[in-house]
C-alpha cells in the first residue's frame, strides 16, 4: 500500500479534529467567560530510506533520504487572553480585568471561572447560576476588618442585618465668620431742633462706622447757629450690653438768640437733651448673630437638636452658645482670632445634657476649622452620631470588596472577592460550566485580593465575553475545509494509482 494514502489519512483525521474545536469556538461565540480553543498540527515519525553519509576525503556527504509519513495533532491549546466586556449595570455580575480567575466552592475541590454571572440565593450567599456553587472570598468580621490570610468561605451576605446607633460624641465646625459684621446706629430725628424760647437751630448728627466693632466717628454741624463750646466731632462706643459710652455736651449759640445747652449722657437709651427734655433718641441694633443648627443622636438613636449661636463682643472676639431644642443652653465659650482671621484660641465646651431616657451626651466641639474674613458668614457643623440602620443594599469595588450600604447612610465592608492566578493557566483543565479546574501542570493556585500578586481589577456590574474571534474562526475554518479537501484528493489519487497498477495483471 502506498504510504500517500496513510498520509493523507492522518491529514483528514486530523483537520477533522480542528474543525471540531472551530465548531466548539463558534458555539461558543457568545458564551460569557468562555476561553478558546487552538488546534497545532506536527509532522509524525518519517522513513529513512538512506541513511546521510558524512564527507570522505575524495567524495562529499550527502543527506539522508527520508519520506514523511504524516502527520498528527500537536496541541489543543486554550487561549486564556482577555474577552470584552459588556456592562450589565447588575450588581452581582462580576467582571477580571487582567489575570485571575473566580473560585468557586462547595465541596471538597474548588473550580475556577471568568464568567461572573453571580446570583443572589435566599440565605444571601452569592452562588454560580447553572450548579449553586459558592462564589468564594473573605469575611469581614463585626467591625468591618477584612483578613485575607484567613481560610476561604463562601461569601454570604447578611440579610437583614443592622446597624446599631451610636452617640454623638465630637462635633466638627467648619466656618467663616464675617469679620465687618458690625451695628448699626441712627438718632431720630435727625437734624433735631434747640430753640431757646424765641429763636431755633437744626442740629445735625452724622455718623461714620470707623471699622472698629461698635464704634462710630461723629460730626455735629449746627444750622442758624454755632457751636460755641464741646467737641463738634468724637468718637462714641458700644459694650455687648447695648450701653452707648464716649459722646461730649456742648453749647448752641443760636443765630438771632441766646445760648442752649446739649447734653450727650451716656447710657442704654442715648439721646441728646436740652433742659433734660430728650430732643434725639439713639436707636442702637446690635449685630446679627450667626446661627446653625444641627441634628445629634443619643445612645438610643433618638434624634435632637441643637442650635449654636456665634455672636461678636469685640474686636476678633465672638462667643458661642450651644442650646437644645427646648432652649436650654447646654454649652457656651469664646473664639479669638489674629489680625490675619486666623484662629487663635478657643475656649469652652464640652457641651454636656441628659436626654430623657438615653445616657449622658458629652460632646466635644472642635473649632480648629472657623475662620474669621469678610465675606459672608458660613458654618457647616459635622457631627459623628448615627441612628440605627438596616442593611439597605450592597456595592462592589474594584478590588472586590463586598460593601454593605445602610438605611442610616452608613457603610460597611461584609467581604472580600478572592481571585486565583496560576503558572500556567492553559494547563487548566475543562470541566465544563465553563470552570477549569486544577490540573498537574497548571501549577497550584496562588489566591489573593484582586489587584493584588499579579491578580487583575474586578469590574462590577460588567460580564467577560467570548475572546472567539469570529473573523478567525472563519478564515481558519475555509483553511482546514481546504486542507481536508486536499487531503482527501490524495487518497483518491493513490487509489487510482493501485487501481492502475491493478489492471496490469490485464
Known amino acids: ?15 477533522q479534529i480542528r474543525l471540531d474545536a472551530i465548531g466548539n469556538n463558534i458555539a461558543n461565540v457568545n458564551t460569557v467567560g468562555y476561553k478558546c480553543s487552538r488546534v497545532t498540527f506536527q509532522d509524525t515519525l518519517s522513513q529513512t530510506i538512506r541513511a546521510a553519509t558524512a564527507p570522505q576525503r575524495e567524495r562529499g556527504g550527502m543527506n539522508a533520504f527520508q519520506i514523511g509519513l504524516g502527520m498528527s495533532v500537536a496541541s489543543v491549546d486554550v487561549l486564556h487572553t482577555q474577552g470584552n466586556l459588556q456592562m450589565t449595570g447588575k450588581t452581582t455580575d462580576l467582571a477580571i480585568e487582567g489575570d485571575g480567575y473566580f473560585i468557586l466552592g462547595g465541596g471538597t475541590e474548588r473550580f475556577y471561572t471568568r464568567a461572573g454571572m453571580f446570583t443572589l440565593e435566599r ?38 442585618a443592622t446597624i446599631a446607633p451610636s452617640a454623638t460624641r465630637n462635633l466638627t465646625v467648619t466656618a467663616n465668620l ?9 438718632y431720630e430725628p435727625s437734624p433735631f431742633t434747640v430753640t431757646d424760647g424765641t429763636a431755633e437751630a437744626q442740629v445735625t448728627v452724622t455718623l461714620i462706622p470707623t471699622g472698629r466693632f461698635n464704634e462710630w466717628q461723629y460730626t455735629l454741624s449746627v444750622t442758624g447757629g454755632t457751636i460755641v463750646t464741646g467737641p463738634t466731632s468724637g468718637t462714641i462706643t458700644i459694650d455687648e450690653n447695648g450701653i452707648i459710652s464716649g459722646g461730649s455736651d456742648f453749647q448752641v449759640a443760636i443765630d438771632g438768640g441766646g445760648t442752649v445747652d446739649v447734653t450727650f449722657p451716656a447710657g442704654a437709651n442715648n439721646a441728646f437733651s436740652v433742659g433734660g427734655t430728650a430732643v434725639s433718641t439713639g436707636n442702637f441694633t446690635p449685630a446679627s448673630a450667626v446661627t446653625s443648627t ?11 437638636l441643637l442650635t449654636t ?25 469664646t473664639l479669638r482670632f489674629n489680625t490675619h482671621g486666623q484662629l487663635i484660641a478657643a475656649t469652652g465646651g464640652p457641651i454636656d445634657f ?21 465675606g459672608e458668614s458660613s458654618i457647616d457643623i459635622d457631627q459623628d452620631g448615627y441612628p440605627m440602620g438596616y442593611l439597605d443594599g450592597f456595592t462592589i ?59 487583575g481589577s474586578i469590574t462590577p456590574g460588567a460580564l467577560e465575553m467570548s475572546n472567539v474571534d469570529l473573523s478567525q474562526e472563519f478564515t481558519d475554518m475555509i483553511v482546514t475545509q481546504r486542507g ?11 487509489d487510482e494509482m493501485l487501481q492502475e497498477l491493478v489492471m496490469l495483471k490485464r
Open 178 to 186: 464675617d469679620a465687618a459684621i458690625n451695628g448699626s446706629l441712627t
Open 123 to 160: 440565605d444571601g450567599r452569592l452562588v454560580y447560576p447553572s450548579n449553586g456553587l459558592l462564589l468564594m472570598g473573605w469575611m469581614a468580621d463585626d467591625e468591618g476588618r477584612i483578613d485575607t490570610n484567613q481560610p476561604l468561605a463562601g461569601i454570604t451576605l447578611p440579610i437583614g
Open 484 to 494: 481536508f479537501q486536499a487531503n482527501s484528493r490524495i487518497i483518491t489519487t493513490s
Open 309 to 333: 449661636i456665634f455672636r461678636k463682643t469685640g474686636d476678633n472676639e465672638w462667643v458661642w452658645e450651644t442650646y437644645t431644642g427646648g432652649g436650654a443652653m447646654v454649652g457656651d465659650g
Open 397 to 455: 469595588d474594584k478590588n472586590g470588596r463586598v460593601v454593605g450600604v445602610f438605611s442610616n447612610g452608613l457603610t460597611k465592608n461584609l467581604a472580600q472577592v478572592a481571585v486565583a492566578t496560576f503558572n500556567n493557566p492553559s494547563g487548566l483543565e475543562r470541566v465544563g460550566e465553563t470552570m477549569f479546574r486544577i490540573s498537574s501542570n497548571s501549577g497550584p493556585e496562588r489566591v489573593n485580593p484582586a489587584g493584588v500578586g499579579g491578580s
Open 354 to 374: 441628659t436626654p430623657p431616657g438615653a445616657a449622658q451626651i458629652t460632646i466635644q466641639p472642635d473649632f480648629s476649622k472657623i475662620t474669621q474674613y469678610v
Open 1 to 15: 500500500m502506498l504510504r500517500s494514502m496513510f498520509a493523507g489519512v492522518s491529514g483528514m483525521r486530523n483537520h
Open 294 to 304: 444641627v441634628e445629634i443622636y443619643d445612645s438610643q438613636g433618638n434624634v435632637h
